[in-house]
């Protein structure tokens, strides 16, 4: 008889350590679930490129920084508008002007940011606005469709070079690709040969096609070759030279200068950009002349180069004819 009880406390025991369990394993489930949840918001929060306010403009329009820092022909492709751009940048715009906010972080060597859209439809009734105090400063009505070029300032307190400028367009501002790009400062290679080298001769920081037309003398082009034969189809930016003409007569060298000239649309370089090689004798396209004598048992050899210009210091090698 006193089993009975005991088989029925047990029983009681069993159904309430069911119930606790089947209470742990429902909010044991709901906890993971709730982690689970909470790991994938920090994830997508991780991953989204993440926007600010402006830091200039009155209004709190969407802020990006882009950084081309990296290199000074960095260039970056992005998508701007759309659902980002939703009000004007300052209070004296009208109220439909949408804008965004965009600050660049610049090489030191680059000179200035282009930008273009790659794709059509190009939306040429975008403004661009560069910032001054905080409110837009238009570049002339600057369309995003026109020759742009803003040029860097360095920082002090970021010790970075920056460029901030705002993009803006009245009514709905429809999603447009845009790529944006870093102009680096242009410069020649420059270098001296002697007469009988060839050499590369590079331009950097200008696109290709490559307009040599400002090169003056005209006839210095002859000695240049972009493949296609020297003087011929001249529009390479790192044409071999070659020079073909009348022997070097000059001892410190006979100087050929070239120019290029900037495309029209890039606004950032406006002046031609110029650039010299230096050509020399070379000796070797003259026959040398060696004599002796002998006195007081002594060998003496003299070695001249026949019609060679400037003066000479050579030098010989014995050679064993065995």
């Not at 920084?65 to 004296?92: F, K, Q, R, Y």
């Not at 859209?117 to 600057?142: E, F, N, S, T, W």
């Not at 400028?165 to 410069?187: A, L, Q």
């Not at 082009?221 to 071999?240: E, K, T």
Request: hydrophobic share 35%; proline share 10%.
């Amino acid at each position: 008889m006193r089993l009975l009880p005991r088989i029925r406390d047990a029983a009681t025991s069993l159904s309430m350590w069911n119930r606790f369990l089947g209470f742990s394993h429902k909010y044991l489930a709901s906890r993971s679930i709730m982690f689970i949840a909470f790991v994938v918001m920090n994830l997508l929060m991780f991953f989204t490129p993440s926007q600010s306010y402006s830091q200039l403009c009155e209004n709190p329009v969407p802020y990006f920084v882009v950084d081309l820092s990296a290199s000074p022909a960095a260039s970056i492709t992005m998508t701007i508008g759309g659902h980002n751009a939703i009000e004007p940048c300052c209070t004296d715009q009208p109220a439909n002007h949408n804008c965004q906010e965009f600050l660049f972080i610049m090489h030191p060597d680059a000179i200035g940011l282009s930008f273009t859209q790659p794709d059509p439809p190009r939306m040429c009734d975008i403004d661009v606005y560069h910032l001054d105090q905080g409110c837009p400063i238009p570049h002339g009505a600057q369309s995003i469709c026109a020759p742009f070029c803003d040029y860097p300032v360095f920082n002090p307190i970021t010790l970075q070079y920056e460029i901030p400028i705002t993009i803006c367009k009245d009514g709905h501002f429809n999603e447009t690709v845009v790529k944006f790009m870093s102009v680096t400062t242009p410069r020649f290679d420059e270098f001296t040969l002697n007469e009988s080298c060839d050499h590369p001769i590079s331009v950097f920081g200008v696109p290709e096609p490559v307009d040599w037309s400002c090169t003056t003398p005209a006839s210095n082009l002859q000695y240049l070759d972009c493949g296609s034969g020297p003087g011929v189809n001249i529009d390479c930016a790192n044409p071999v030279f070659n020079y073909t003409g009348p022997p070097i007569m000059e001892c410190n060298g006979q100087t050929f200068t070239y120019c290029v000239q900037p495309s029209a649309e890039n606004q950032c370089l406006l002046n031609p950009i110029f650039g010299a090689v230096t050509l020399y004798p070379d000796p070797r396209d003259y026959t040398a002349s060696i004599s002796s004598s002998c006195a007081n048992g002594v060998s003496v050899f003299t070695a001249t180069v026949d019609g060679f210009p400037c003066p000479q210091s050579l030098a010989y090698q014995w050679l064993d004819p065995l």
